[in-house]
């Protein structure tokens, strides 16, 4: 190991914490608590400079947006701005208890408010609820207003449909909300096909789940058409946000007629990935969708902000409190920070990146698809594989020159997938470096290949033993 | 544009690479009826100075508990962030990393997981733990499906005495996989075995505790712990509060099959809510590991034979497994993980230890002093940990409300949640002069 | 890429071994290459009965999952219990000691509609 484990620091009776003394006499905890009370308890005893030392050799571990590119597709990887930090870090702001009385918190409410209505007119939807707590948290959400609202009108409907390149969280939701999936093939173009699509719509439809653009970058052109097949059948359309880097100032999804939606703050609206979460995942619906949102709602009345618990038809609850808050903060932040204006060019700048990369990719490497895209795109390592590297060796040999790899192996409809989303808070510079390390990389294949093929060379570990870590599970010290 | 790098002349440079005109170009296969026709109705953007202004404007418009002395738990709890766990996460290749997929460049934030999974086994005395749940109430809501799954039942044995937000998070989660929900009344704030007896057969998945409970009592665990263990296929959840299990018995030792819970207060400050923490952990079982949702780290050798973390099993996850994943979960709460891992480490076994006792004493010294006054009763006396419910003659709204004028947050209005009087929360962040302070006005009111 | 002789096999890249009252089946030793290495396999229980084409069990390699498919109508009379610890026997020895179930089968002249070893190895060389 690079850098032991905490618990190896430990002596016995070193101290990292400070409590002033107890200033009141103790109650009998022997004597009130017998039989409960712990013999043994296991945790490290370090000093806080071990604890220092230690966290700090972990980071220098790790890569971050603020080490450099991270052309992931489907995860928009945008620079994470410090002054979001220092709005949420405000002592009157965070300092807050969930269950303080909401004549305390006007300020604090005014600004969800304030986040509510910019989604909503990002989206074009009409009732907002902040309350889910990551992307999937919110696709789950939606799944069970679309339940709950069959249910309520007596309709046994039992299918959600899924496109074959949809992220993996569509179907999972779907399945968690009780629903039995259908997946439908892309066309030759990489769009849903229209034809797929009539056959398995039928009165037992609930929804069709969509992201538009799609996971290759495209956009649906025959938006309008899809989501009136499906309400023709008296379906619902669910458009998974993931991708509204690619339209904010261009389209908007209540406009395309999805019924409802999820956003992801921490992708289009740069808060933190902080390694695997916290994210969130508001849901926006239409009017029509509102009394089903869990509860409470955030409204208005007069000047006064109040959370809204009379609401009979709703789904319930997802989250104990209101989501995760601290992240709401930081995406008003960015948005008030952006504007409205910022926000189009936020869009217009992601997709001229991802566009000046594909242009600059695609002679090296295959593109399966020749359709316009949009913010990310897809390359396929197939002309590299037959000369004996695979994709997954591309992306190890891409870590060897400090930057991240891009989404491999998805969308599913592409073999040896590289999908590629650079955002708009990456230059010139850093994409020309990208590129021209993909081309040596593309090279090296020619060359020496055993380089590519035996990547990382340089990361901190090299390629790791999964078939292990999965056959003989080590989950703890 | 402060976040837009690119030049007009460097935009022209990409516009020309990729052969178009204008940047407008790009957009033309958008249907013109799906397009947002006038600007964003958004207001301009701001510099930073303006930004802060605002900001500090929203947050006078607060009164946080910078200003006033609180008594509310109730699921968030107010114990003492050390300032190192701050400084820590801020080092922006922990906050800025993405989901450790590419193991090779993210040894930082795995071998920090695998340190967070192995304190709650420790905590817990449970044998697996994933990597994070996004909070208390929705990972008790994926545990009782997994106890469905696994058990092949849907009855349910949901007692009162357990967190109501939780169990409406469990019973909204329960709405997907059509579950029968069992809900136990309870009298004293404490579940009645003979009670619960009554209600367990051989449909049911698996039976809930709270640890405190929702009240702050101690449910007769032993006793649970024996009759659930005597129905073949029921389950044992339980819902613990980690920073208590400092000076209480592991869950393990009651034999819970799994456990969850909120770990926001393990270092995540409170937030108004979020983000949180909710962690879960499992018997070291085949079957159980299988079913258990989130991610999961393990440690394993690369090709030179050195030690590393990678995340594993996640076969069971929703980027494999799609539709027939064990959950949805992706994003989770990894940046609270971390917090959580370093305010066990700095705390130590001792520190955890003490801020226990220390909320302990301090809550029966408060509870005794109330219990004295006349006019309030402590209603679960005996038995409490932190958290206990004062009964009040005088009407328990009217009563929190007169105080917030001198600063004081006398609890959780236990109204609100169907029953009677103000459940009152003591941690080691609560000194003497604020307790006597609540006393007095209390006295007087 | 090796094809056993005297055994049956499906387009779902399952064999099948004929013993004196019960059939023998697991999956080929094409199937274990594509699944990469095996990390955890699912069994049926004893006594599950199963229709042509059902699917009976799940491989789990480290990226991804395979349902197999059984190639004849049955009941289970005995499953692999070694794999549950040792699931690499089905890369190391698909035809021998990585076989999946033991079935009684329901319908004989269901083998008939299985592909013999040529048949097999033509299929795969297509594939």
């Given at each position: 190991?690079?850098?032991?484990?905490?618990?190896?620091?430990?002596?016995?009776?070193?101290?990292?914490?400070?409590?002033?003394?107890?200033?009141?006499?103790?109650?009998?905890?022997?004597?009130?608590?017998?039989?409960?009370?712990?013999?043994?308890?296991?945790?490290?005893?370090?000093?806080?400079?071990?604890?220092?030392?230690?966290?700090?050799?972990?980071?220098?571990?790790?890569?971050?947006?603020?080490?450099?590119?991270?052309?992931l597709g489907s995860c928009t990887m945008k620079y994470n701005?410090?002054?979001n930090?220092?709005?949420?870090?405000?002592?009157?702001?965070?300092?807050?208890?969930?269950?303080?009385?909401?004549?305390?918190?006007?300020?604090?409410?005014?600004i969800l408010y304030q986040l509510k209505l910019d989604l909503a007119e990002i989206s074009a939807m009409d009732e907002i609820t902040l309350q889910p707590a990551s992307g999937a948290h919110g696709e789950f959400t939606s799944l069970l207003i679309v339940k709950k609202y069959f249910e309520d009108r007596?309709e046994?409907r039992t299918k959600v449909i899924v496109p074959d390149s949809a992220h993996g969280t569509n179907p999972a939701s779907a399945a968690m909300a009780g629903f039995d999936v259908v997946e439908i093939a892309s066309n030759?173009r990489g769009m849903v096909d229209l034809d797929a699509l009539a056959?398995v719509l039928d009165?037992n439809t609930a929804a069709l789940m969509l992201t538009n653009p799609n996971t290759l970058g495209i956009f649906e052109e025959d938006i309008l058409k899809i989501t009136e097949m499906v309400h023709e059948v008296g379906g619902l359309v669910y458009y998974d946000g993931a991708n509204m880097n690619a339209i904010m100032g261009y389209a908007k999804p209540g406009l395309m007629d999805f019924d409802l939606m999820h956003f992801n703050l921490h992708k289009t609206f740069s808060t933190p990935h902080?390694?695997?979460g916290p994210g969130s995942g508001p849901v926006g619906v239409k009017d029509f969708l509102a009394p089903y949102l869990p509860k409470p709602v955030l409204k208005k009345?007069?000047?006064?902000?109040?959370?809204d618990?009379?609401r009979?038809k709703s789904i319930g609850?997802v989250h104990?409190?209101y989501g995760n808050y601290?992240v709401m903060l930081r995406a008003w932040a960015y948005i008030k920070t952006v504007g409205g204006k910022g926000l189009k060019e936020t869009t217009e700048n992601a997709v001229l990146n991802a566009n000046?990369?594909k242009?600059?990719?695609?002679?090296?490497?295959?593109?399966?698809y020749?359709e316009e895209s949009l913010h990310e795109f897809v390359?396929?390592?197939?002309?590299?594989?037959?000369?004996?590297?695979?994709?997954?060796?591309?992306?190890?040999?891409?870590?060897?020159?400090?930057?991240?790899?891009?989404t491999?192996?998805f969308p599913l409809v592409?073999?040896?997938?590289?999908m590629i989303e650079p955002t708009e808070t990456?230059?010139?510079?850093?994409?020309?470096?990208?590129?021209?390390?993909?081309?040596?990389?593309?090279?090296?294949?020619?060359?020496?290949?055993?380089?590519?093929?035996?990547?990382?060379?340089?990361?901190?570990?090299?390629?790791?033993?999964?078939?292990?870590?999965?056959?003989?599970?080590?989950?703890?010290? | 544009m402060?976040y837009i790098?690119?030049?007009?002349?460097?935009?022209?440079?990409?516009?020309?690479?990729?052969?178009?005109?204008?940047v407008k170009d790009l957009f033309q296969m958008i249907p013109e009826a799906v397009s947002a026709d006038d600007e964003l109705n958004i207001e301009s953007g701001?510099?930073?100075?303006?930004?802060?202004?605002?900001?500090?404007?929203?947050?006078?418009?607060?009164?946080?508990?910078?200003?006033?002395?609180?008594?509310?738990?109730?699921?968030?709890?107010?114990?003492?962030?050390?300032?190192?766990?701050?400084?820590?996460?801020?080092?922006?290749?922990?906050?800025?990393?993405?989901?450790?997929?590419?193991?090779?460049?993210?040894?930082?934030?795995?071998?920090?997981?695998?340190?967070?999974?192995?304190?709650?086994?420790?905590?817990?005395?449970?044998?697996?733990?994933?990597?994070?749940?996004l909070?208390?109430?929705?990972?008790?809501?994926?545990?009782?499906?997994?106890?469905?799954?696994?058990?092949?039942?849907?009855?349910?044995?949901?007692?009162?005495?357990?967190?109501?937000?939780?169990?409406?998070?469990?019973?909204t989660?329960?709405?997907g996989?059509?579950?029968?929900?069992?809900?136990?009344?309870?009298?004293?704030?404490?579940?009645?075995?003979?009670?619960?007896?009554?209600?367990?057969?051989?449909?049911?998945?698996?039976?809930?505790?709270?640890?405190?409970?929702?009240?702050?009592?101690?449910?007769?665990?032993?006793?649970?712990?024996?009759?659930?263990?005597?129905?073949?296929?029921?389950?044992?959840?339980?819902?613990?509060?980690?920073?208590?299990?400092?000076?209480?018995?592991?869950?393990?030792?009651?034999?819970?099959?799994?456990?969850?819970?909120?770990?926001?207060?393990?270092?995540?400050?409170?937030?108004?809510?979020?983000?949180?923490?909710?962690?879960?952990?499992?018997?070291?079982?085949?079957?159980?590991?299988?079913?258990?949702?989130?991610?999961?780290?393990?440690?394993?050798?690369?090709?030179?034979?050195?030690?590393?973390?990678?995340?594993?099993?996640?076969?069971?996850?929703q980027h494999?497994?799609r539709e027939?994943?064990?959950?949805n979960i992706c994003t989770?709460?990894?940046?609270?993980?971390?917090?959580?891992?370093?305010?066990?480490?700095?705390?130590?076994?001792?520190?955890?230890?003490?801020?226990?006792?220390?909320?302990?004493?301090?809550?029966?010294?408060?509870?005794?002093?109330?219990?004295?006054?006349?006019?309030?009763?402590?209603?679960?006396?005996?038995?409490?940990?932190?958290?206990?419910?004062?009964?009040?003659?005088?009407?328990?709204?009217?009563?929190?409300?007169?105080?917030?004028?001198?600063?004081?947050?006398?609890?959780?209005?236990?109204?609100?949640?169907?029953?009677?009087?103000?459940?009152?929360?003591?941690?080691?962040?609560?000194?003497?002069?604020?307790?006597?302070?609540?006393?007095?006005?209390?006295?007087?009111? | 890429?090796?094809?056993?002789?005297?055994?049956?096999?499906?387009?779902?890249?399952?064999?099948?071994?004929?013993?004196?009252?019960?059939?023998?089946?697991?999956?080929?030793?094409?199937?274990?290459?594509?699944?990469?290495?095996?990390?955890?396999?699912?069994?049926?229980?004893?006594?599950?009965?199963?229709?042509?084409?059902?699917?009976?069990?799940?491989?789990?390699?480290?990226?991804?999952?395979?349902?197999?498919?059984?190639?004849?109508?049955?009941?289970?009379?005995?499953?692999?219990?070694?794999?549950?610890?040792?699931?690499?026997?089905?890369?190391?020895?698909?035809?021998?000691?990585?076989?999946?179930?033991?079935?009684?089968?329901?319908?004989?002249?269901?083998?008939?509609?299985?592909?013999?070893?040529?048949?097999?190895?033509?299929?795969?060389?297509?594939?």
């Open positions: 190991m690079e850098e032991k484990l905490i618990k190896d620091y430990s002596s016995p009776g070193r101290r990292g914490y400070s409590l002033p003394p107890l200033e009141v006499g103790k109650s009998d905890i022997n004597e009130n608590l017998a039989g409960y009370l712990r013999e043994e308890l296991e945790l490290p005893e370090v000093s806080e400079v071990d604890v220092v030392r230690h966290y700090t050799a972990l980071s220098e571990m790790n890569y971050g947006v603020d080490s450099g590119i991270y052309p701005p410090k002054r930090e220092r709005v949420a870090r405000i002592s009157g702001l965070s300092n807050i208890h969930p269950y303080q009385p909401i004549e305390q918190l006007q300020g604090s409410l005014e007596e046994n030759e056959e009165e902080g390694g695997g009345d007069q000047e006064k902000y109040f959370w618990y009379q009979p609850k104990s409190f601290g000046y990369l242009a600059r990719l695609k002679k090296d490497f295959e593109l399966p020749a390359l396929s390592g197939s002309r590299q594989k037959e000369e004996g590297a695979s994709t997954l060796n591309i992306a190890k040999r891409l870590l060897d020159y400090d930057q991240y790899a891009p491999i192996y592409v073999k040896e997938a590289m990456e230059n010139i510079g850093t994409l020309d470096h990208f590129v021209e390390t993909m081309l040596t990389i593309s090279r090296e294949i020619k060359e020496d290949p055993e380089l590519v093929i035996n990547a990382p060379h340089t990361t901190t570990v090299r390629k790791l033993d999964e078939t292990a870590a999965a056959r003989n599970p080590d989950l703890h010290w | 402060d790098s690119n030049t007009a002349a460097e935009k022209d440079k990409m516009l020309k690479e990729i052969g178009i005109k204008e701001t510099s930073e100075m303006e930004l802060m202004r605002k900001a500090h404007a929203q947050a006078a418009k607060n009164k946080s508990l910078d200003q006033q002395i609180s008594f509310l738990g109730a699921g968030a709890y107010d114990h003492y962030v050390p300032g190192i766990i701050d400084a820590l996460i801020s080092r922006s290749e922990f906050y800025t990393a993405y989901t450790p997929y590419q193991a090779e460049l993210s040894q930082g934030t795995l071998e920090a997981i695998y340190e967070y999974q192995s304190m709650i086994c420790d905590l817990t005395g449970m044998g697996i733990a994933n990597a994070s749940m909070d208390g109430g929705s990972a008790a809501a994926e545990a009782v499906t997994m106890a469905a799954r696994i058990t092949r039942n849907s009855r349910v044995i949901l007692p009162d005495t357990i967190n109501p937000a939780y169990r409406e998070v469990i019973k989660y329960g709405t996989v059509d579950l029968d929900f069992v809900d136990l009344e309870t009298e004293d704030q404490l579940i009645d075995p003979t009670q619960l007896k009554e209600n367990l057969d051989d449909q049911t998945a698996v039976v809930v505790l709270q640890y405190p409970n929702f009240y702050g009592s101690i449910e007769k665990m032993e006793e649970i712990s024996k009759m659930v263990k005597n129905n073949k296929k029921t389950l044992l959840l339980v819902i613990a509060n980690p920073v208590l299990l400092g000076v209480l018995k592991a869950p393990a030792d009651f034999g819970a099959d799994i456990v969850v819970g909120e770990a926001q207060n393990l270092g995540s400050g409170l937030n108004y809510g979020g983000p949180y923490l909710g962690f879960m952990a499992c018997k070291d079982d085949r079957k159980m590991l299988r079913q258990l949702p989130g991610r999961i780290v393990g440690k394993t050798t690369d090709v030179d034979g050195k030690e590393g973390f990678v995340l594993t099993l996640q076969t069971r996850e494999i497994r027939k994943a064990t959950s989770n709460e990894a940046l609270n993980a971390l917090m959580a891992t370093i305010y066990l480490s700095t705390m130590g076994k001792e520190g955890l230890k003490e801020v226990g006792e220390q909320s302990y004493h301090k809550a029966h010294y408060l509870a005794d002093r109330l219990d004295q006054l006349a006019g309030y009763q402590v209603l679960n006396k005996e038995n409490f940990f932190n958290e206990f419910v004062l009964k009040t003659e005088k009407d328990s709204t009217e009563l929190i409300k007169e105080l917030l004028a001198d600063d004081i947050i006398a609890g959780y209005d236990l109204k609100v949640a169907g029953s009677e009087g103000i459940l009152v929360c003591v941690t080691e962040k609560r000194s003497k002069e604020e307790m006597d302070k609540l006393v007095e006005k209390l006295e007087v009111l | 890429m090796s094809v056993k002789e005297d055994l049956y096999y499906s387009e779902d890249h399952e064999w099948v071994r004929e013993e004196e009252d019960y059939l023998v089946i697991g999956v080929t030793d094409f199937a274990q290459e594509e699944l990469g290495d095996i990390v955890f396999v699912e069994l049926p229980e004893v006594d599950e009965e199963f229709d042509k084409d059902d699917s009976f069990g799940v491989l789990e390699s480290v990226k991804a999952v395979s349902d197999t498919f059984i190639p004849v109508s049955g009941r289970v009379i005995e499953v692999n219990e070694d794999l549950l610890d040792n699931p690499e026997l089905i890369n190391d020895d698909p035809y021998g000691e990585g076989w999946l179930i033991k079935v009684d089968p329901a319908d004989d002249s269901e083998l008939d509609e299985l592909l013999s070893a040529e048949e097999y190895a033509e299929f795969i060389e297509e594939e």
